[in-house]
Structure formats: C-alpha cells, structure tokens
C-alpha cells in the first residue's frame, strides 16, 4: 500500500513539473482578436494627405495606430479586445481609444451582423449625439472608414466621415 502512495506522490509531482514547466497560454491568440488582422499595415488616403500606420502591440493584444496628415503626427489610437475573464463576466468586447491634441476620445466595440463597430455618445450643443465607427476592407487593397452619427438614440444614422485609404505596405500577416 505504502508502494502504491509513493508511486502516486511521484506521478503527481512529474505530472505537476511538466504542467508548470509549459510556457502560459496567450489570452490574445484566438479568433476574436484577430478581428482587425486586415488593417494591419500602412494605409493612405485617396487624396494622399493621410497616412495611418497600424500594427500589432503587446504580443497581439492590442492594435495600435499612428495617424499622419501631411506627414506630422495628428493622433493615436489603440484598439484592444477584452476577454472577459479577468472580472469573470465572461462579457467579450473591443474597445478602441483615440486622441489626439486636445481631446480623447473612449469607443466600446459592438458586434453586429458579423461585423465590429465602435459606438461613442456625447453631447453637442446641448443635444445627445451617437457615433459610431468601423471599417471595411475593400477589394484591390483598399479600406474604407465610416463615421456615422444618430440623433435619436441609434434609430436613424446619417453619414459624417467616410474616407477610403490604398494599402502603402502590408503588415506582413
């Protein structure tokens, strides 16, 4: 009987090394994240007054973008995907953070009919405004951005912004 707790005690300790002894899974390696893979690269507008460098940060958990117009920095955005369990909700979302001087601006990502979009509320001029944002690849190696606003709590939305950009150089993904 002694015989057989000790080979147990040993199986449990080699089973314990080798299960420690494997690097940690990385929160970040699974579909959802790699939802923004396609804008991974160096992107400029038609008019060729914008440039917007975006790349994976943080071993792949993050996306992070640099905006140009006409060559300087104008603004940063970050984009990151929360899985959920570190509050145990279980609740996945994207969210997207973009500044630049003077302002930032706070985005949660909603999925809808397949797609992420990026929903900010604020106020101007004393009225409630919705925004949302997203993006769509486009054939020939081209992307379009749209900026959509609603004034009655997302029922109707009317066009804001709606560039397209040509990829300049791939992400390499």
Same mark, same amino acid.
């Given at each position: 009987?002694?015989?057989?707790?000790?080979?147990?005690?040993?199986?449990?300790?080699?089973?314990?090394?080798?299960?420690?002894?494997? +690097? +940690?899974?990385?929160?970040?390696?699974?579909?959802?994240?790699?939802?923004?893979?396609?804008?991974?690269?160096?992107?400029?507008?038609?008019?060729?007054?914008?440039?917007?460098?975006?790349?994976?940060?943080?071993?792949?958990?993050?996306?992070?973008?640099?905006?140009?117009?006409?060559?300087?920095?104008?603004?940063?955005?970050?984009?990151?995907?929360?899985?959920?369990?570190?509050?145990?909700?279980?609740?996945?979302?994207?969210?997207?953070?973009?500044?630049?001087?003077?302002?930032?601006?706070?985005?949660?990502?909603?999925?809808?009919?397949?797609?992420?979009?990026?929903?900010?509320?604020?106020?101007?001029?004393?009225?409630?405004?919705?925004?949302?944002?997203?993006?769509?690849?486009?054939?020939?190696?081209?992307?379009?951005?749209?900026?959509?606003?609603?004034?009655?709590?997302?029922?109707?939305?009317? +066009?804001?912004?709606?560039?397209?950009?040509?990829?300049?150089?791939?992400?390499?993904?």
């Amino acid at each position: 009987m002694l015989k057989f707790a000790f080979s147990g005690l040993i199986l449990s300790l080699l089973l314990a090394v080798s299960v420690s002894a494997q +690097p +940690p899974a990385n929160p970040c390696d699974h579909a959802e994240v790699k939802a923004f893979d396609f804008q991974i690269g160096v992107w400029q507008s038609e008019d060729g007054k914008q440039i917007h460098e975006i790349r994976k940060t943080l071993d792949g958990c993050a996306i992070q973008e640099i905006w140009k117009t006409d060559g300087a920095e104008t603004a940063f955005g970050f984009k990151s995907f929360d899985n959920g369990n570190h509050h145990k909700t279980g609740e996945k979302k994207w969210f997207y953070s973009w500044f630049a001087k003077g302002f930032h601006q706070l985005w949660e990502g909603r999925k809808e009919n397949n797609q992420w979009r990026f929903y900010r509320a604020w106020w101007l001029d004393g009225e409630a405004v919705l925004s949302r944002t997203y993006w769509n690849p486009l054939e020939g190696g081209t992307l379009e951005r749209i900026v959509e606003q609603s004034r009655d709590g997302g029922k109707t939305w009317r +066009p804001h912004v709606k560039h397209k950009f040509v990829r300049k150089i791939s992400g390499g993904k």
